[in-house]
């Protein structure tokens, strides 16, 4: 056992019986990197990421590899998902120098962490054009001994390149209809008519992008909109890339038809994709949006709700095939046999209805379960049995590891996501899922002055700071769990973590979010990034939530905060809306208002109430938030001097500084949200 045993990250514990002396990211590590004047390796990765594992078996389970570092490193082991920051810094150089980046990543530092050579993966053996790594170990070892001042002046050229670097200048103000509208026809221009997505392959779920779509039509009543968002939802739900048993998606799809995922289910995909579809029930009544949404919602409560009531990251892309190999995706393809096995005489319906074939569509004549027929009529009592006996077959199989780290942002996004599928189809049960985990936050995640830690494992928090991001999608939660459930706490701990924001994340002179807090660990550069990658930003995280939090509150300082964070979509979003969705959908919130719904009634049981509550929470008007409660309470600043009309529950929508008059009619609320 090394040094890793002792921490709580899944990925790191991985690779505490590795015969490599691995250290934590710690002070003590560069310490002991000073002392013994050695160069330190820097290996990033996580516990779902395939090629981690597969340089983890080939050379750092290797005893030889292992001498060889221990002799000549200190080996410094780091889990992304617990460390975004360190990642992210390491990432900007990696990328800067090679101009690409990925996971595993290898980088060699000197003991004051300046990175002066990088790479991602290294194969045992020289491969494809790639030195072999201990090629590479040995370059750097030889570099660092005999040419140890120009390594030195390369790191510090390398830093000092790094703090110049500026990653975006944003205008002055948020962006207004020209942007959107540019922003749009960048998107029609990406956009793949065929197979639905932006781009070519791998293609990612751009589940951002998706809700600025859905934001832009309900606003503006552009149809292109609406139909590049449902045609590529129904283009990834019917691929292999969704799970047709289990429900949910995995990570990507290799290809550009959505057929062959890399198989990787990771909790941040799935909370976004299952509010998208959710979103998309709400503007079209699509009866496959709302099947995707709750398939979803379920398979995040049956397979990544962890005991304590978060969400586990991620699971695994291997699994173990049945002879004692971990093979990427064995737990999700099919054979024509194996259809057979299980469903007898049904074998050749499931085959045709799910796409499998003698030849299949992945490796081995294995099959990623899809629906490519679009014609046809199938027995749908005939069909649900099918797909109940594949998915008891399948549960006997040897199920892929799971990442049982919680991480805040990504509870955060969860949370919101359940609450509103709950609310949106009467499912109870996911909103009680996304309170647990709430709870699971707030009790664990949240100290005494309201400082959010990054992870927990096993109900332990984790040693890590959160970041901006963790802040943002947190109280993007609260607030989505605020509205569902009409409990102020919500909004008041939301309003906590946004007041951390303010003070410790945002520069006072330009607006500009950091995503890093002001007194957190010193990196050779202070992150910042507001681009939207596999997640909503930090920065525009954070900006939604400001402006949603604004709006239930009236407060000035966060509504401008959120105007002076959307600078940068003003800049960013005509050139490359496909990496700054969610800053889109943000400024989409901004420009309809947002709405402000507050709905009093005599009591949470009243059914007149709960009508005029579930119509305002089904408006589509982009980013508008909803409080209701009684006449006489304080659980929402939305709801003081609010009162029932001629004793009946009424519905008041202001926007703008501007209120209508309160309707007590569904339908009459429901034309107001339009």
């Keep these: 056992m090394n040094r890793l045993a002792h921490e709580t990250s899944p990925y790191l514990l991985q690779h505490a019986d590795n015969p490599v002396d691995w250290w934590p990211w710690s002070a003590e590590a560069f310490a002991e990197a000073r002392r ?96 072999s790594f201990r090629q590479v170990l040995e370059g750097v ?51 793949d008519p065929q197979r639905g997505g932006f781009g070519g392959a791998p293609k990612f ?28 939802c129904e283009r990834m739900a019917r691929g292999g890339i969704y799970d047709q048993l289990g429900g949910g998606f995995a990570r990507y799809s290799v290809d550009r038809d959505w057929i062959v995922p890399h198989f990787e289910k990771m909790l941040y995909d799935n909370a976004l ?3 998208v579809y959710a979103h998309l029930w709400r503007a079209t009544g699509s009866d496959l949006a709302r099947r995707v949404a709750l398939e979803t919602a379920d398979f995040l409560v049956r397979e990544l709700r962890t005991p304590e009531g978060g969400f586990a990251s991620a699971l695994d892309a291997d699994s173990d095939d049945g002879t004692g190999r971990h093979v990427e995706g064995a ?94 189809f ?85 607006g500009a979010l950091f995503d890093t807090a002001s007194d957190a660990e010193r990196l050779i550069r202070r992150p ?20 949603g939090y604004a709006a239930h509150t009236g407060f000035e300082a966060h509504r401008v905060a959120a105007e002076r964070a959307l600078g940068v979509v003003k800049t960013l979003g005509p050139r490359v809306p496909r990496f700054i969705g969610w800053g889109l959908a943000v400024a989409e919130a901004l420009l309809d208002g947002p709405r402000e719904v507050a709905v009093v009634g005599p009591g949470p049981d009243d059914e007149r109430t709960a009508a005029l509550h579930r119509t305002a929470l ?10 209701c409660g009684t006449p006489d309470g304080d659980e929402f600043p939305l709801l003081a001097g609010r009162t029932l009309i001629d004793g009946a529950p009424a519905a008041y929508v202001c926007r703008g500084f501007v209120c209508d008059l309160p309707v007590t009619d569904p339908e009459a609320l429901r034309a107001k949200l339009a």
Aim: glycine share 8%; hydrophobic share 40%.
């Design 36 to 131: 013994t004047n050695k160069p330190v390796l820097l290996s990033v990765g996580y516990s779902s990421c395939h090629w981690c594992h597969v340089m983890a078996h080939e050379s750092f389970e290797d005893q030889a590899t292992a001498d060889y570092l221990n002799e000549h490193f200190v080996s410094v082991k780091v889990d992304r998902e617990e460390r975004p920051d360190v990642d992210a810094v390491y990432m900007e150089a990696v990328q800067a120098a090679t101009g690409h980046g990925g996971w595993p990543m290898t980088v060699f530092l000197t003991p004051d962490a300046e990175p002066f050579y990088f790479g991602t993966y290294y194969p045992p053996a020289p491969r494809h054009g790639m030195p």
């Design 141 to 191: 070892q030889q570099a660092w001994t005999t040419r140890h001042d120009e390594v030195s002046e390369v790191a510090g050229k390398i830093v000092r390149d790094l703090a110049q670097r500026e990653i975006v200048r944003q205008a002055a103000e948020a962006p207004g209809e020209q942007e959107l509208a540019q922003a749009l026809l960048g998107l029609t221009r990406e956009y």
């Design 205 to 232: 779920p751009p589940s951002m992008v998706l809700e600025f779509l859905l934001r832009h039509h309900a606003r503006t009543g552009a149809e292109g909109a609406l139909q590049m968002a449902v045609d590529t």
């Design 273 to 275: 994709l299952c509010r």
């Design 331 to 424: 737990y999700y393809v099919w054979t024509p046999a194996q259809l057979g096995d299980v469903l007898g005489d049904d074998a050749e319906l499931a085959a045709q209805y799910f796409g499998v074939t003698e030849e299949g569509t992945f490796e081995h004549g294995q099959s990623v379960l899809r629906l490519p027929q679009t014609e046809g009529v199938f027995d749908a009592e005939k069909i649900a049995s099918v797909r109940r006996r594949l998915f008891d077959a399948r549960a006997r199989r040897p199920a892929p590891g799971r990442d049982d780290k919680v991480v805040a942002a990504w509870n955060g996004l969860a949370v919101a996501a359940l609450a509103e599928t709950g609310a949106y």
């Design 426 to 510: 009467g499912r109870p049960d996911l909103v009680e899922a996304a309170l647990g985990a709430a709870d699971l936050l707030v009790r664990v995640h949240l100290d005494e002055h309201a400082r959010l830690a990054r992870t927990s494992k096993d109900g332990r928090v984790g040693p890590n700071a959160g970041v901006l991001e963790d802040y943002g999608d947190v109280a993007e939660g609260f607030l989505a769990l605020a509205s569902v459930t009409g409990e102020g706490v919500w909004l008041d701990f939301a309003g906590l973590l946004l007041d951390q924001v303010l003070a410790r994340f945002t520069d006072p002179d330009t």
């Design 528 to 547: 910042q990034d507001p681009t939207d990658n596999a997640a909503p930003s930090g920065w525009t995280a954070a900006a939604g939530a400001l402006l």
């Design 618 to 627: 089904l408006g589509a008007a982009p980013g508008a938030v909803v409080a």
